[in-house]
């Protein structure tokens, strides 16, 4: 069966400190991968996707970017972490063939920046 | 892009009754619109989805019905239990990533 392993699970972090929050899937290969972020009591905002190692779309212009270096990992980078960066961090996958499939999220990174 | 609407932002309900949350959505191309339930401190977790070539799908208490032609669809949910609150989400897509409404927190009084 396919998991979603993401961490770190909770994370302090000041101003202007650099971010890197990583996400595997197993049990699947080409997965669509993901990034979402949920602000306190909010909704799910896409922040960035990405169809193929390498290939990264980006949602929201802001300072994280993404990258995905294997076919199963998903890493969310910052140089320097603003105030409005808090919120709650889930990685997700999804079947290949197309975006209108059930997306499986991982438990999430609450970032809390100082 | 798609857009999706979400009502209400919260509801209350007795136990024992019925709980419904409606959405709707901009892009008359997408065709799959999932709903998920995230309990507090957790992960979204998929509860039941409809694909636009049926009008109602229904998993024991839950139930979801699309319309298409007005561009809605809403989440029913019977004989609700304290185990049934959360913040409960709707999505859509077509041929982008799923777009999610800003969720309904329901509260179920025992």
């Known amino acids: 069966s396919q998991t979603i392993h993401q961490w770190p699970a909770t994370l302090v972090q000041p101003v202007g400190s650099p971010l890197s929050l990583e996400c595997t899937v197993e049990g699947t290969s080409n997965p669509n991968l993901y990034w979402y972020r949920q602000a306190a009591g909010r909704g799910l905002q896409l922040l960035f996707y990405?169809?193929?190692?390498?290939?990264i779309s980006s949602e929201v212009p802001q300072n994280l970017s993404a990258s995905r270096p294997q076919d199963r990992q998903f890493i969310l980078s910052s140089k320097k972490l603003l105030l409005s960066d808090s919120g709650f961090y889930l990685c997700a996958w999804s079947s290949r063939t197309d975006f209108n499939s059930p997306l499986h999220f991982g438990n999430g990174t609450r970032l809390t920046v100082t | 892009g798609e857009n999706v609407e979400q009502h209400p932002s919260t509801l209350s309900v007795q136990e024992g009754d019925s709980a419904v949350i409606k959405c709707t959505y901009s892009d008359s191309a997408s065709n799959y619109f999932p709903w998920y339930k995230q309990e507090l401190g957790k992960r979204p977790q998929l509860i039941i989805d409809i694909r636009s070539n049926v009008g109602e799908k229904k998993d024991q208490r839950i139930a979801v019905t699309l319309n298409k032609t007005a561009k809605h669809f809403s989440l029913h949910i019977t004989e609700t239990q304290p185990e049934d609150s959360a913040v409960y989400f709707c999505a859509g897509s077509g041929n982008t990533p799923l777009v999610f409404g800003k969720g309904t927190r329901l509260s179920v009084i025992a």
């Open positions: 990405s169809v193929g190692i390498g290939q």
